[in-house]
T-cell receptor, first 114, second 111 residues
Framework: GAGVSQSPRYKVAKRGQDVALRCDPISGHVSLFWYQQALGQGPEFLTYFQNEAQLDKSGLPSDRFFAERPEGSVSTLKIQRTQQEDSAVYLC????????????FGPGTRLTVL | GENVEQHPSTLSVQEGDSAVIKCTYSDSASNYFPWYKQELGKGPQLIIDIRSNVGEKKDQRIAVTLNKTAKHFSLHITETQPEDSAVYFCAASKGRDKIIFGKGTRLHILP
């Protein structure tokens, strides 16, 4: 069956450019999470949506990072004025219910900022 | 906030032998402990999880143990096979909250 999909899979940006990363969660999944994974590290939480409501954005590293999920399904993570330290894999995960712990991850978008 | 420590960072075992990865957590309110396997170029895949009301869980060659008092939990893989080679992450969560990951263990299965 269809899992979580993310696009693009790879993105190269020049420093200062804006980027938008897309996540398509599993159909019907209520919760959606974004994580950032630096090379050789574990994923780190960025933000969490329950349907269209952004309930936790405590992990966003700066105000250059913005996420939205306007219709409670597809989500976009936007990074403005990219910096080299933004280079990482950005992972999206979804879970079926608000009370569910199990998160299903997408393949990630590898962002490289030159 | 929660902090998850994972050891070792790299582990090499002979095919057929067992592998053990250990983790500790800091927040006694954490009650859900998943383990993820990540292969190159892919997202983490849940392989097994355990909740705080259970001390041990087994699924074929994989088992997890949890010691709530000591805030320790471990992953045991028996009869290792080449396809077990990957990076494994332990994690902790408080119910519906975000998942806090360890730094990962790179497991090599030697022929």
């Amino acid at each position: 069956g269809a899992g979580v999909s993310q696009s693009p899979r790879y993105k190269v940006a020049k420093r200062g450019q804006d980027v938008a990363l897309r996540c398509d969660p599993i159909s019907g999944h209520v919760s959606l999470f974004w994580y950032q994974q630096a090379l050789g590290q574990g994923p780190e939480f960025l933000t969490y949506f329950q349907n269209e409501a952004q309930l936790d954005k405590s992990g966003l590293p700066s105000d250059r990072f913005f996420a939205e999920r306007p219709e409670g399904s597809v989500s976009t993570l936007k990074i403005q004025r990219t910096q080299q330290e933004d280079s990482a894999v950005y992972l999206c995960a979804s879970s079926l219910e608000a009370l569910s712990n199990e998160q299903f991850f997408g393949p990630g978008t590898r962002l490289t900022v030159l | 906030g929660e902090n998850v420590e994972q050891h070792p960072s790299t582990l090499s075992v002979q095919e057929g032998d067992s592998a053990v990865i250990k983790c500790t957590y800091s927040d006694s309110a954490s009650n859900y402990f998943p383990w993820y396997k990540q292969e190159l170029g892919k997202g983490p895949q849940l392989i097994i999880d355990i909740r705080s009301n259970v001390g041990e869980k087994k699924d074929q060659r994989i088992a997890v143990t949890l010691n709530k008092t000591a805030k320790h939990f471990s992953l045991h893989i028996t009869e290792t096979q080449p396809e077990d080679s990957a990076v494994y992450f332990c994690a902790a969560s408080k119910g519906r909250d975000k998942i806090i990951f360890g730094k990962g263990t790179r497991l090599h299965i030697l022929p």
